[in-house]
């Protein structure tokens, strides 16, 4: 067995069925099993790959973004350039890149890195070496700078615990995962139903209707709309889910590139829910952000220059790389890849334009 099926197991023995957040939370940041604390899981030989990963494009065409949108809120200098989660470290190495022809603009960047696992940590400095901005590490948002921020978060939301809910004859009860006969962790619910909906779900669903719900989602992006309130600033969040609250299961696990059993060998592979854009949204204008805007990650990234920033790539490049360039365009943007499942939302402390996105007014 391995080692956190194992302390799982004795967890479940000891104190009862665990939520799904709970499973999610030890299989992917446990200090010493977890999958991101433990592995080095991205990229073509790990076993996931981001936008960031796919091609220097994305990560050029946020670099421009923040350019404009830095502007847009009058400059100010000093101020934080924070990403949550950032993976192997390509997307900020990219975006620092891009940001470069604005001297004001990296001038007046203090880069924070949110990142919790210590081998990734020691990666993305590797990564960064290379630019002259050296990242200061935090561990969460709280200890960030009191100055106005920029946030970037690309595949960050979906790897937060996420619980679960079903609807029942008695109401809305915990989905939990506990052990089978023969000791094996096995998806149920418990009998007692909750008090009140975890979130604005419609009571009359189905029997059998699954809600999801991430406390720490709506944590960080309080903490995150907090900041930006406060201190000016904005963000950009990139991740796949929908735009409106949906129903259903969407817990997944990938390992080398397949989905594999979310409850199957516990800490080896990734495990993301879809991010509920909607749900998120209401957290940060409840937190007082005076814009929020959003599209389609494909929409975003062609209104921000895809085609253009390809073709200017290309034009320098062999037949092959070429290919790979064209290649890149097709997974990151088109509807049959990742442009229509992923999305991209924005949230600012003033009322200005927001490229690439529809301002959502309601
Ligand atoms: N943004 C990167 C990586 C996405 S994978 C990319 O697009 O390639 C998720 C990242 O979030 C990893 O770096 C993981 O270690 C980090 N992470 C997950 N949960 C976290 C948490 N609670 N706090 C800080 N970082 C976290």
């Not at 000891?14 to 899981?41: A, D, E």
């Not at 936008?51 to 934080?80: D, K, M, N, Y």
């Not at 979130?199 to 995150?224: C, F, W, Y």
């Amino acid at each position: 067995m391995n080692p956190l099926d194992a302390l799982i197991s004795t967890e479940i023995e000891t104190t009862g069925p665990i939520t799904v957040g709970r499973y999610m939370q030890l299989c992917l940041s446990h200090p010493k099993y977890g999958y991101y604390t433990s592995k080095q899981p991205l990229g073509a030989q790990g076993d996931f790959t981001t936008a960031p990963e796919i091609s220097q494009l994305f990560g050029e065409l946020v670099g421009v973004w923040l350019v404009t949108v830095w502007r847009a809120l009058g400059q100010p200098s000093p101020f934080a350039l924070v990403e949550l989660g950032p993976g192997r470290g390509t997307l900020m190495a990219d975006i620092l890149r891009a940001v470069a022809v604005d001297r004001a603009f990296t001038d007046g960047c203090k880069v924070h890195l949110v990142e919790l696992s210590k081998p990734l940590r020691d990666l993305q400095s590797k990564t960064l070496q290379s630019s002259s901005i050296a990242p200061t590490f935090h561990s969460d948002i709280a200890s960030l700078p009191k100055l106005p921020t920029l946030f970037v978060a690309n595949e960050f939301f979906d790897a937060l615990p996420t619980n679960q809910w079903v609807r029942t004859d008695r109401g809305w009860n915990a989905r939990k995962i506990g052990l089978d006969a023969d000791n094996k962790l096995t998806f149920g619910v418990d009998p007692t139903p909750l008090p009140a909906p975890p979130k604005l779900i419609r009571e009359n669903a189905a029997l059998g209707t699954i809600v999801e719900h991430s406390p720490a989602q709506d944590t960080i992006m309080g903490m995150m709309a907090d900041r930006i309130v406060r201190y000016g600033g904005a963000a950009l969040i990139t991740d796949y889910g929908s735009l409106s609250t949906g129903f259903g299961d969407t817990l997944q696990a990938v390992r080398m590139h397949r989905p594999a059993d979310p409850l199957d060998d516990p800490g080896a592979s990734d495990l993301t829910t879809q991010t509920d854009f909607g749900h998120l949204r209401s957290k940060a204008i409840d937190a007082g952000v005076r814009t929020t805007a959003w599209s389609a990650q494909g929409d975003f990234l062609i209104a921000m220059g895809l085609l253009e920033r390809a073709g200017v790539l290309g034009a320098n490049a062999g037949p092959e790389e070429r290919d790979a360039i064209s290649a890149a365009v097709e997974r990151l943007a088109s509807d049959a890849a990742m442009g229509k499942l992923f999305k991209a939302m924005a949230l600012a402390s003033k009322e200005i334009h927001l490229p690439g996105l529809i301002v959502v007014n309601d």
